[in-house]
């Protein structure tokens, strides 16, 4: 229950991800609410911090500034609304939810007033659990690039405006169709008399009903000839937005020596692997803020998987990964992570979960 309102970290991490590759951007922000507790535990343990997800159109102002050589985030304003019932109506009121650095982290809630006045609403000083305030604002970016304050280029900015460009086409696609798709009648060899007669008695068109025409008189349909331009424009533009979407998830492959290429594979990682751990990192230090709330210590962990193109394992890698272990050189926790990540074991079951059944099972094949 990430934000107190029944959403997991698990769903709420997709959300997240989801906005910072649409978006380039997103906020997290860790909140404790400011209520009166009862002192018994069981009052206390009711209450607790939330994870507070912002899209980057929420997120209206910030400031960063050195302190003491260290950069710190020390003003962010946040865009909300609140609801208002009115009889059976309900109105939404804007609000602004600004946080501030000010030597002490403190939260103010500006309001509109009738008079389009905007005042404090409530103000308060949040503390964590050892009863201390706050040195830090408990908010951290999430780019596409990196976590800091700077906006980042959304990464499906590319495929977003070749959609746009696929939708025109489509449209003058349609609208062609629909203006010359249709075959339009005509008649020929007709005088002024056949013609005044004809307009008097009405045309019928049908198999059921022969039309009478003068000597030399003919009719027949006229038919655009297919013109596939548009088609063919529409056609190219999907191929580029699958290209696109392809090299979210493919590696950088830069050119590099041996050497290089040794020391630098680490490095290498896709746009949405890059996304993906730039999330890991910003839910890592929220949780160590939620933990820092309820005096838990520290030691949190959290991590997405960022390999999107699944490893295949064949008899050859799986002989040398069995060997490995059976000669010491490798861990049974590695060589079950690389058994999950290659699709021969299930992904939701941890490695705690093998070795309880392997040692749960004396005569099968288990390896200390």
């Not at 109506?89 to 650095?101: A, D, G």
């Not at 069995?322 to 490798?330: A, C, E, M, P, V």
């Not at 926790?333 to 021969?344: A, H, T």
Request: proline share 3%.
């Amino acid at each position: 229950n990430a934000n107190n309102a029944g959403v997991s970290i698990f769903q709420q991490s997709q959300t997240v991800l989801a906005h910072v590759l649409k978006k380039g951007r997103h906020g997290l922000w860790v909140d404790y609410p400011n209520v009166e507790v009862e002192t018994s535990r069981a009052a206390q343990s009711s209450v607790r911090p939330c994870v507070i997800s912002l899209a980057a159109e929420q997120i209206r102002n910030w400031r960063v500034e050195d302190i003491n050589g260290t950069q710190k985030l020390t003003l962010v304003v946040i865009s909300e609304s609140v609801e208002q019932r009115e009889g059976f109506e309900l109105k939404y009121i804007p609000q602004f939810r600004v946080l501030r650095l000010d030597g002490t982290y403190r939260v103010e809630i500006w309001r509109q007033k009738a008079n389009d006045v905007w005042s404090i609403e409530e103000e308060y000083e949040p503390e964590d659990g050892a009863g201390k305030p706050w040195s830090v604002i408990p908010f951290t970016f999430v780019g596409a690039q990196n976590n800091d304050a700077e906006v980042d280029t959304a990464p499906m900015i590319d495929i977003a405006r070749l959609n746009l460009a696929h939708y025109r086409n489509s449209a003058d696609y349609e609208d062609s169709a629909f203006f010359v798709g249709q075959a339009q009648a005509y008649i020929t060899g007709l005088d002024e008399a056949w013609r005044d007669h004809l307009e008097q008695t009405g045309i019928k068109i049908g198999s059921r009903t022969p039309l009478l025409l003068p000597t030399g008189g003919q009719f027949g349909y006229a038919q655009v000839q297919p013109n596939s331009l548009i088609k063919e424009a529409m056609d190219q533009k999907e191929r580029q937005m699958v290209a696109l979407g392809a090299r979210l998830i493919e590696r950088g492959q830069a050119v590099k020596t041996a050497t290089e290429a040794q020391a630098e594979n680490e490095a290498q990682h896709s746009v949405l692997s890059l996304c993906a751990n730039n999330v890991s990192a910003a839910y890592e230090i929220a949780l160590g803020w939620m933990a820092q709330y309820m005096g838990a210590g520290e030691g949190v962990k959290f991590e997405l998987n960022s390999e999107f193109v699944g490893k295949k394992l064949d008899a050859q890698m799986i002989s040398a990964l069995l060997s490995s272990l059976q000669s010491g050189n490798l861990s049974q926790s590695v060589f079950w992570d690389n058994l999950r990540s290659g699709g021969l074991i299930d992904t939701e079951t941890t490695n705690e979960d093998i070795k309880d059944e392997i040692d749960a099972d004396p005569s099968g094949l288990a390896l200390e």
